[in-house]
């Protein structure tokens, strides 16, 4: 690839990829935070209404909350890779296959998982480490946290299709609802009816059936974004979302039996006091938390569309600017947290005394961002490349392996007084040493040392067209349009397209691409940087043709519907009807902000 094309790619990425990127990630945050967004308003209710003794409660339900979290994340994830994959092979139809699949199984794990907790209540209180005057307090808790987990597991899976659907302000006004009523049910069990901590626990199930239901509404509306249809192969699919969206489950799941054990070594090396603070900063956290895992789904979901195109150029561009987002959003997060510990203390009701080892906690725990964000991106794409395998080894070695060994050395060799600390620091360590083995292992992949993001990501030989077979140019004008139809002719003949041939691709080219710049460009008004992403690849004696842009939703082959009328005049869309005649397959998609046009000649 020559300079020319690509300093032009990286203007695409630096426009395009940052526009899809920053319209995904927030309403990602939105539905990882679902999970966790009732643990957080009941820590801050709790924290000020209730005792210590109650604040300790949460701080041992939460593990079982995230466990089970988890599993929606899971299959939240999964189903925007699998979709984003659909998505590159130009199968976007599929959207209601896996929306169906998706549904029906969160559906029916979350009601097994309800029966099982509703049964089994006071042993589950017992394995997450519940001991003493708070034992009881996380009994009753939790039975009523247990009443909602089925619309807690569903409402991450519909707010991640109204994002793949282009409406993410929708999903994201879903916490809000969320959070409204979580808070109004919380206030008025502590002002009204006193139900205790089970009250706590039922007002946060009402407001999760609530929050689902504002969700439902916008699907019944909009049939188009998600709706139920027959499903052959519902296992399979199932099974599908499972493998691609496990990493991001696995690390909920270690995160929360790390915690639990935390749990455990915080209540004998620091007693009450310090549980409680721990749990103050379960809950504050919940916000920062729902970071990484809406950080790794957005790079999975962009990168699972590049691996379906096989794009290998965009996955590497994509991955660099991944990579720097990822930087600059976690330490941004971790330095936000870090200076914010002592007014989040008070803000969820930390005692004087316990004060000390709140504020601790909250500045220890930031420490996770700065060292883990380079992990979290990486696995993100592993996902989309579908090494879900390593993707969840490295997740559990860093979230338990390599916790488990800094806590119980904590314990063993630090200090009487400092000994809490030493176990609080297992998320930062076990973070840095997950960064350490993931950049040995793609050393002893790639063979070479993992400066470069070629190497990070050591992609198979066969992986994509070869790049001399590849062109890849980024236009904003109709003159662009004309000069890049005669580059994209001549890179045809020098790869051994005939001449004929080449010159249709040129004629689809320029028309499709002068159609977008000329016609949806105008339609932006007060938009800026508007960009046509032309890539051109040459594979198997076909000539495969993606264009992507960010202007206004506007389908060209719409018109070619008049094409099939017998009174159609046959001068109409004279363009149109050419590039019809000429290439043997073409699909029109919109997703995640984008325009994305496919032909094949």
């Known amino acids: 690839m020559n300079k020319a094309s690509t300093r032009q790619k990286s203007d695409y990425f630096k426009i395009i990829a940052g526009q899809t990127f920053w319209g995904l990630f927030p309403a990602l945050v939105v539905a990882n935070l679902i999970p966790a967004l009732s643990s957080i308003i009941n820590g801050l209710l709790v924290g000020n209404a209730f005792s210590p003794v109650s604040m300790a409660a949460v701080s041992f339900a939460n593990p079982i909350n995230r466990c089970i979290g988890a599993i929606a994340i899971m299959f939240s994830s999964g189903a925007g890779i699998a979709y984003g994959r659909y998505l590159g092979r130009g199968q976007s139809e599929d959207l209601h296959k896996v929306y169906t699949s998706d549904l029906s199984a969160i559906i029916a794990i979350g ?54 659907g282009n409406e993410a302000k929708y999903g994201m006004l879903s916490s809000l609802v969320l959070a409204a009523c979580n808070l109004v049910f919380g206030l008025l069990n502590v002002n009204v009816f006193r139900l205790g901590m089970f009250g706590m ?66 209540m004998a090396t620091g007693g009450t006091l310090a549980v409680a603070g721990f749990g103050v900063m379960c809950s504050s956290s919940g916000f920062f938390c729902a970071v990484i895992p809406a950080l790794i789904s957005a790079t999975a979901t962009m990168a699972s569309i590049c691996v379906g195109e096989e794009d290998r150029a965009s996955l590497f561009g994509l991955a660099r600017y991944l990579l720097k987002m990822g930087a600059i959003i976690c330490i941004g997060v971790a330095a936000v947290y870090f200076a914010s510990a002592p007014l989040l203390a008070k803000l969820f009701g930390a005692s004087a005394e316990g004060m000390v080892f709140a504020v601790n906690a909250i500045r220890i725990y930031a420490f996770e961002f700065v060292t883990s964000w380079f992990v979290h991106v990486t696995m993100g794409i592993y996902q989309s490349l579908g090494r879900s395998a390593l993707a969840s080894m490295m997740n559990i070695l860093q979230n338990f392996v390599y916790a ?90 020098s790869r051994g397209i005939d001449r004929k041939r080449s010159m249709q691709v040129a004629i689809c080219l320029e028309e499709m691409a002068g159609n977008i710049v000329s016609v949806g460009f105008p339609q932006c008004e007060g938009k800026k940087n508007l960009v046509v992403d032309i890539y051109v690849a040459i594979k198997n004696n076909e000539v495969f043709i993606r264009m992507k842009d960010n202007a206004t939703e506007y389908d060209s082959f719409e018109k070619l519907e008049m094409y099939k009328e017998e009174d159609d005049d046959p001068s ?27 032909m094949k000649i």
């Open 201 to 266: 626990g039922f007002a946060s199930s009402l407001a999760q059936y609530g929050a689902a239901i504002f969700l439902l509404i916008r699907f019944v509306k909009r049939p188009e974004l998600g709706h139920f249809v027959k499903v052959t192969n519902v296992t399979e699919e199932v099974g599908s979302m499972a493998k691609f969206g496990s990493p991001s489950g696995v690390i909920e799941i270690a995160s929360s039996v790390r915690n639990m054990i935390i749990n455990s070594m915080t």
């Open 111 to 164: 009601l097994v998982i309800t029966i099982i907790g509703e049964l089994f209540t006071v042993p589950i209180a017992r394995l997450a480490g519940a001991s003493g005057e708070s034992f009881s307090e996380t009994v009753v808790y939790l039975r009523g946290l247990f009443i909602g987990i089925i619309p807690m597991m569903v409402m991450p899976s519909l707010v991640t299709f109204l994002n793949l």
């Open 404 to 493: 488990l060994a800094v806590i119980f050395i904590s314990v063993a060799f630090l200090p009487e007084g400092i000994k809490v600390y030493g176990v609080w620091s297992s998320f930062a360590v076990g973070a840095l040493l997950a960064v350490i083995t993931l950049l040995i292992i793609a050393w002893v992949k790639s063979g070479h040392f993992p400066s470069r993001v070629e190497y990070i990501l050591w992609l198979d030989h066969d992986f994509g067209v070869k790049s001399d077979d590849r062109m890849t140019i980024t236009v904003r004008s109709m003159d662009e349009v004309v000069n890049v139809s005669e580059k994209v002719q001549n890179f045809c003949i």
């Open 572 to 598: 109409k869309n004279f363009g149109i009807r050419v590039i019809a005649k000429i290439a043997k397959d073409m699909k029109y998609q919109t997703t995640l902000g984008m325009n994305v046009l496919t």
